[in-house]
T-cell receptor, first 109, second 112 residues
Framework: KNEVEQSPQNLTAQEGEFITINCSYSVGISALHWLQQHPGGGIVSLFMLSSGKKKHGRLIATINIQEKHSSLHITASHPRDSAVYICAAPWGATNKLIFGTGTLLAVQP | SAVISQKPSRDICQRGTSLTIQCQVDSQVTMMFWYRQQPGQSLTLIATANQGSEATYESGFVIDKFPISRPNLTFSTLTVSNMSPEDSSIYLC?????????FGPGTRLTVT
């Protein structure tokens, strides 16, 4: 069983839809990362959060440390949001990241 | 924040050869990491690049295959040695400052 699990694995949405991607983890962590990977392979860090909620533009991330669950929301989705979204938890003495399997999002015009 | 650049961005290499990937950070960072992402898979940590000492490798990765250098706090290299088609992957460099993690744009390697 993967220590960081995401759902759904694949998501297709129409432009303008509200999108939610979920992440559950079994390891004890103090923070969680949401990452975005475009087809070229480069990764951008979207959020690092340890409690509550963070918002950046149309992106919102929430985390519940007690329930070991986080969600990434995209409001008014756009085709340029199409990417793989990955949650990752730093773990252990070196804070090395444990990655979820990723959610492939396709937003259709 | 930290900005990371990687060179090359992509390469096509022949079986049996070696490729060295460079990772440059625009500020000093404590931890640097090298990841591999095989087609259709999630990222897998290869090793932690330690400044001034040998890298710390994860299970399944060895120094002879993936030698790593980290001569200072802003630069690291990963060499993929004696390549085979199974080494075709995206290789990513990452740097950590506090709890923040920053990623390079990746190097897409194809081995023929």
């Amino acid at each position: 069983k993967n220590e960081v699990e995401q759902s759904p694995q694949n998501l297709t949405a129409q432009e303008g839809e509200f999108i939610t991607i979920n992440c559950s983890y079994s390891v004890g962590i103090s923070a969680l990362h949401w990452l975005q990977q475009h087809p070229g392979g480069g990764i951008v860090s979207l959020f690092m959060l340890s409690s509550g909620k963070k918002k950046h533009g149309r992106l919102i991330a929430t985390i519940n440390i007690q329930e070991k669950h986080s969600s990434l929301h995209i409001t008014a989705s756009h085709p340029r949001d199409s990417a793989v979204y990955i949650c990752a938890a730093p773990w252990g003495a070196t804070n090395k990241l444990i990655f979820g399997t990723g959610t492939l999002l396709a937003v259709q015009p | 924040s930290a900005v990371i650049s990687q060179k090359p961005s992509r390469d096509i290499c022949q079986r049996g050869t070696s490729l060295t990937i460079q990772c440059q950070v625009d500020s000093q960072v404590t931890m640097m990491f090298w990841y591999r992402q095989q087609p259709g898979q999630s990222l897998t940590l290869i090793a932690t690049a330690n400044q001034g000492s040998e890298a710390t490798y994860e299970s399944g990765f060895v120094i002879d295959k993936f030698p790593i250098s980290r001569p200072n706090l802003t630069f690291s290299t990963l060499t993929v040695s004696n390549m085979s088609p199974e080494d075709s992957s995206i290789y990513l460099c990452s740097a950590q400052q506090g709890y923040e993690q920053y990623f390079g744009p990746g190097t897409r390697l194809t081995v023929t």
